[in-house]
């Protein structure tokens, strides 16, 4: 488990760094990147001592009866037409389909637009590498945009060449994602069992006080000998659902269960 | 109202949470947190639709848009697919269009039309156009297409064979360009193919007349240069068999056609055409390089006999009595040979060996066989040479002219100097008039070198006069070719030359030589006569030699007779020559004519032509041709040579 700094290290970079050092195949790495509550002024982590900003820590789970179980879901719908990331450098957006990003992004926001980036979080983008197919896609999040040069930073690495699509939740879809998360990383039954949530930030923004109903139904999932504790983070490390391989992720819930095997 | 609070009884999971939490607050609190929750809820719930309405606008804005782009797009395809439609059925090109994914193949109906099919109107196979490709072009064909799809060329241009529905072949220019991935790989090649084939013809009949002699249909010179080469090249790198060259040039062909006409002889030249194509094998070029002339190349050939056999066998079949256009003709002709071998020689330097041998096959008496002789070329090359000194050295001053003293065998005065061109070779040294003179007799070099020599005599002449009187200046004789005499030119300038001298002119003598048979005596004569009548004297110049003949003697205007040097050397011991020589004199003293011995080297041979009356002599035992210096020394001194016939001695009086 992989609990960052949220604000002074870039997630994507951070998870491949990780992932060159373990046998992704045997080991299962989640994690978080801390938040502040949408101060963005820091974020503390601490291990073995009072917690710090610019700090990760790394805590490794083993034992012969030791199981871990990793749900992670968003919950977003993708909508509208495929697009090609034509101009990117880095967590940098400029172009897609050969036009400036940021007013395409801005009709769709409508009103909403006003109140850019937090309003951002209502339509983050799935991307994905079409050689690696459809399936591989990730989330990103918008955190900043740059009027002059009409881009947009986001919490993770957009790839020029690569596709995108717009998403969009609808409050239920994405309260429903914790349930989803939570029947992945269910324990056996009966079992006694803790589950580590660190759900985004955006999704708390987004949903409102709606946001209790995620917490509370995903542990109706995950039942009464289940004990929970989390935190609202700026970016979520867990595998890809399809290809296994660690990454990081933006509004999503990840849900990672410990419990023993009888 | 605690009922209406109990969670249990609501289904709604928000609304559930809520009043669990308004199950918290005291009552009076509880409403109104209850009812804010309910309200920020709706004013949620209002948001969330109307930002989906909103997106579902947007969406279906930009969905309009790209599908009304996809619209124009479409009919615009559509139009340009009706155009390409049009174009593809007015060309008159075949258009194909191969996916290179699938391998299916579109081809126009042009295409099928090309080669007199039905058109399938559906995807073909690649194999329908490979498989009528000609099996020698086909490997070609992918060559190119496989070159061109890993981006070898810019374009695909290939020409090949195809077989029409009828088994007959076509020639074909492919052209096609290949589409690319955004990575460059080839997903699609599209092109035209256009039939070529009156193209072809045209080419192959330029070709034909632009490499084939047109009368004979043999290869012409340009075909032959360019065969004779490659043999040469193939041998030298592959160090094949060797190769041999023959020569053949008919005998007395202008005869044939001055006297039988040139279609006549062209009749001649197409059959000698068929025989040596007919005796020749597939691997062997017959050539016609113009005129009269043939060559073959025989490919391969082992050695010189196997060469010499299989001319010697075309000969035998050429070299016979035909009968053409109702006529009988001798055809007979002259052939030379060479070898064509790993030896570094040009393909001018062997058609030259071989020409050069069929020259001595001529000069040998025609209508034979003459093997190329590299010693018989090396002293051709020689004199070749040697002529093209003999021009340079008339330019650069080698010449010279040197003066033999002729005495009065009476009086032992020096009466006249025998003028003899000396050549000052840079490399050789003196060269021989012997030598030279024939030479510049064959190139025509003679008229001016003659020319010159007589201008050269006439100025030492006027040189002698201004110091002596010409009453006592000797004469100075010049030696004339008749062949120089019969060159219009010459005669006029010598004319000239001799008119301008005046009463001079007597001290002028003209030794003509006769070493070839007269062609036109009569000419001669008058021009002899002509230049005698200015008072010029005409001595003939070795005579009883050569083809000089006593008639001259009677016809011609010679003033003096001189003697071979021949009969002097021999006169002593060869009782015969005495008697030829006293005769000579004998009947030139009976003509009134004078006589001048050549060639005296001894005392004896002086006393003798002294006892038999020669009027006078020339020779070693008087002096060697002397310089211009040294003659003018004796010339002015007045030196006399003694002649005793009753003393032992001769000796030169000072």
Redesign the interface.
């Given at each position: 488990m992989i609990l960052s700094d949220g604000l002074f290290i870039n997630g994507s970079e951070l998870t491949k760094g990780v992932c060159h050092s373990i046998d992704t195949s045997e080991v299962t790495v989640t994690g978080g990147l801390a938040g502040d509550g949408g101060v963005f002024d820091e974020t503390l982590v601490g291990l073995n001592g009072p917690p710090q900003s610019r700090q990760v820590a790394a805590l490794g789970f083993y034992g012969h009866n030791i199981q871990i179980n990793t749900g992670s879901e968003g919950g977003w719908d993708e909508?509208?037409?495929k697009r090609l990331i034509t101009r990117s450098e880095g967590n940098v957006l400029y172009e897609v389909d050969g036009k400036p990003a940021l007013p395409l992004y801005k009709?769709?926001l409508?009103?909403?637009a006003k109140g850019l980036p937090g309003t951002a979080l209502?339509f983050p983008l799935a991307i994905w590498n079409e050689d690696q197919g459809k399936d591989s896609w990730v989330i990103r999040t918008i955190q900043s945009i740059n009027e002059t040069e009409q881009s947009m930073q986001f919490s993770g690495d957009v790839p020029q060449g690569w596709n995108t699509r717009l998403m969009?939740g609808?409050?239920d879809k994405i309260i429903d994602a914790s349930v989803e998360a939570a029947r992945v990383a269910e324990a056996a039954p009966d079992t006694p069992s803790l589950s580590i949530m660190i759900s985004c930030l955006g999704r708390k923004i987004l949903l409102?006080?709606?946001i209790?109903?995620e917490v509370?139904?995903a542990s109706k999932i995950l039942g009464e000998k289940n004990q929970r504790i989390g935190f609202y983070s700026y970016g979520e490390i867990a595998p890809q659902r399809v290809s296994k391989i660690p990454m990081l992720h933006n509004q999503t819930m990840i849900i990672t269960t410990l419990f023993e095997k009888n | 109202m605690k009922n209406l609070f109990d969670p249990d009884l609501i289904t709604h999971s928000l609304l559930k949470k809520q009043l669990e939490r308004s199950g918290s607050f005291n009552e009076s609190e509880r409403w109104p947190y209850f009812l804010k929750q309910i309200d920020m809820a709706y004013c949620e719930s209002d948001r969330e639709r109307r930002i989906t309405e909103h997106t579902m606008e947007v969406m279906s804005e930009e969905i309009m848009e790209i599908n009304q782009g996809l619209m124009a797009q479409t009919n615009e395809l559509l139009r340009s697919q009706e155009r390409y439609l049009l174009v593809a059925k007015a060309a008159s090109d075949g258009l194909w269009d191969w996916d290179l994914k699938t391998n299916r193949i579109y081809y126009s109906s042009r295409w099928w039309e090309m080669l007199n099919l039905v058109d399938k109107e559906q995807d073909s196979s690649i194999e329908d156009w490979f498989s009528r490709i000609h099996h020698e072009d086909v490997h070609s064909v992918h060559e190119h297409i496989n070159h061109h799809i890993l981006g070898g060329s810019t374009r695909l241009e290939v020409e090949c064979r195809i077989k029409t529905n009828s088994s007959q072949y076509i020639w074909v220019l492919i052209r096609g360009l290949a589409a690319r991935d955004e990575k460059g790989k080839a997903v699609r090649l599209a092109g035209s193919q256009t039939d070529i084939t009156l193209k072809k013809k045209q080419d192959e009949a330029l070709y034909k007349a632009a490499f084939h002699d047109e009368l004979t249909g043999l290869a012409n010179r340009a075909l032959f240069m360019n065969r004779l080469e490659q043999v040469i090249l193939r041998k030298r790198r592959l160090g094949e068999k060797r190769a041999a060259l023959m020569f053949v040039d008919l005998d007395r062909f202008k005869y044939i056609n001055d006297t039988m006409g040139h279609e006549y002889g062209d009749e001649v030249l197409k059959l000698v055409a068929s025989v040596l194509k007919s005796h020749t094998r597939p691997t062997d070029t017959v050539a016609r390089l113009g005129g009269d002339e043939f060559t073959v190349i025989f490919d391969p050939i082992d050695d010189i006999e196997e060469a010499k056999f299989v001319a010697q066998r075309i000969i035998t079949q050429l070299n016979r009595m035909y009968e053409l256009a109702g006529r009988e003709i001798y055809v007979s002709s002259s052939i030379g040979l060479t070898m064509i071998d790993h030896v570094q020689k040009s393909p001018e330097t062997i058609l030259r060996n071989a020409d050069l041998a069929m020259y001595e096959a001529k000069s040998r008496g025609k209508s034979r066989l003459e093997i190329f002789d590299q010693h018989q070329y090396d002293r051709l090359l020689e004199k070749m040479e040697l002529t093209a000194d003999l021009r340079q050295g008339k330019k650069r001053n080698q010449f010279e002219v040197f003066y033999q003293p002729i005495i009065d065998m009476e009086t032992g005065a020096v009466t006249c100097f025998e003028a003899l061109m000396r050549w000052l070779h840079p490399k050789y040294g003196y060269v021989s008039p012997a030598k030279f003179i024939p030479l510049a007799e064959e190139t025509g070099l003679i008229g001016t070198l003659g020319q010159w020599v007589l201008d050269k005599v006439i100025v030492q002449m006027h040189a002698w006069c201004d110091v002596i009187t010409p009453q006592k200046c000797p004469s100075i004789s010049v030696n004339i070719s008749v062949k120089q005499l019969m060159d219009d030119m010459f005669y006029k300038k010598v004319l000239q030359t001799l008119d301008v001298l005046g009463q001079k002119r007597r001290l002028i003598r003209l030794e003509v030589t006769e070493s070839v048979i007269m062609a036109d005596p009569k000419l001669i004569i008058e021009r002899l006569k002509s230049i005698h009548e200015l008072g010029v004297i005409l001595s003939i110049d070795d005579f009883g030699t050569g083809y000089s003949s006593l008639s001259y003697l009677h016809n011609y205007p010679f003033d003096l007779i001189k003697i071979d040097q021949s009969f002097i050397a021999t006169m002593l011991t060869d009782h015969k020559s005495e008697r030829l020589v006293a005769s000579l004199i004998k009947l030139s003293q009976d003509l009134g004519l004078k006589t001048v011995a050549e060639g005296i080297e001894t005392e004896g041979q002086c006393k003798a032509l002294h006892a038999l009356g020669c009027t006078y002599g020339q020779g070693y035992l008087f002096s060697e041709a002397l310089p211009p210096v040294e003659a003018s020394h004796i010339v002015f001194q007045g030196h006399r040579y003694t002649i005793n016939p009753y003393d032992e001695d001769i000796s030169l009086l000072s």
């Open positions: 909508f509208g037409p009709m769709y409508g009103e909403e209502c969009w609808k409050f409102g006080q709606r209790i109903q509370y139904l | -």
